[in-house]
């Protein structure tokens, strides 16, 4: 059974540039979230998705955008990379739910924006 | 809003001894769940343990435990008998009823031989 899965794992890109990340969840799992963690940080919420739709968005700036897929994979899109976008951008599923126990993270991806 | 705040940047803990991480929360949902993750140096987040408000017992896992006290709003995380792989980042999280998990800013644990 596949956990979560990133990819790339790596990426440089340059300043002003669009970068799309992509992450599946793992079996059994509808609900996808990604997370953004800036070096010695803790991950801060960017959005979750839920059945093809944003369900719930934090405090970042429209730049950052998302998509889920039927299968309900999901991308992360940022338009006019800045040097402050470098950081470890996370993919956590779950089910839905207040009360569930699973939330499960991929390996991430390691942007760094030059 | 919810807050978490972890107040030990790092720790120190000797091989095969028990250490405890600090959680304390604040939250004005009713219901929610605390979690604890690790984060080794590649990056991956790993799930360790999970708490459930309404949860008479604490939770356990393996050598995982959390001291649970919901009064006090704190969700200690307590690894018995250390090992060297278990030094790493350890980040403690709640999701109440915005679905998102709110991170405190981790705890570096240091295992020494």
């Known amino acids: 059974d596949a956990g979560v899965t990133q990819s790339p794992t790596h990426l440089i890109k340059t300043r002003g540039q669009q970068v799309t990340l992509r992450c599946s969840p793992k079996?059994?799992?509808?609900?996808v979230s990604w997370y953004q963690q800036a070096l010695g940080q803790g991950p801060q919420f960017i959005f979750q998705y839920y059945e093809e739709e944003e369900r719930q968005r934090g405090n970042f700036p429209d730049r950052f955008s998302g998509h889920q897929f039927p299968n309900y994979s999901s991308e992360l899109n940022v338009n006019a990379l800045l040097l402050g976008d470098s950081a470890l951008y996370l993919c956590?599923?779950?089910?839905?739910?207040?009360?569930?126990?699973?939330?499960?993270f991929g390996q991430g991806t390691r942007l760094t924006v030059v | 809003a919810q807050k978490i705040t972890q107040t030990q940047p790092g720790m120190f803990v000797q091989e095969k001894e028990a250490v405890t991480l600090d959680c304390t929360y604040d939250?004005?949902?009713?219901?929610?769940?605390l979690f604890w993750y690790k984060q080794p140096s590649s990056g991956e987040m790993i799930f360790l343990i999970y708490q459930g408000s309404y949860d008479q017992q604490n939770a356990t896992e393996g050598r995982y435990s959390l001291n649970f006290q919901k009064a006090r709003k704190s969700a200690n995380l307590v690894i018995s008998a250390s090992q060297l792989g278990d030094s790493a980042m350890y980040f403690c999280?709640?999701?109440?009823?915005?679905?998102?998990?709110?991170f405190g800013k981790g705890t570096l644990l240091t295992v020494n031989p």
């Open positions: 939250t004005s949902d009713p219901s929610y769940g």
């Open positions: 999280a709640m999701r109440g009823s915005n679905y998102k998990l709110t």
């Open positions: 079996s059994g799992h509808d609900t």
């Open positions: 956590a599923s779950s089910r839905p739910g207040v009360h569930n126990t699973e939330a499960f």
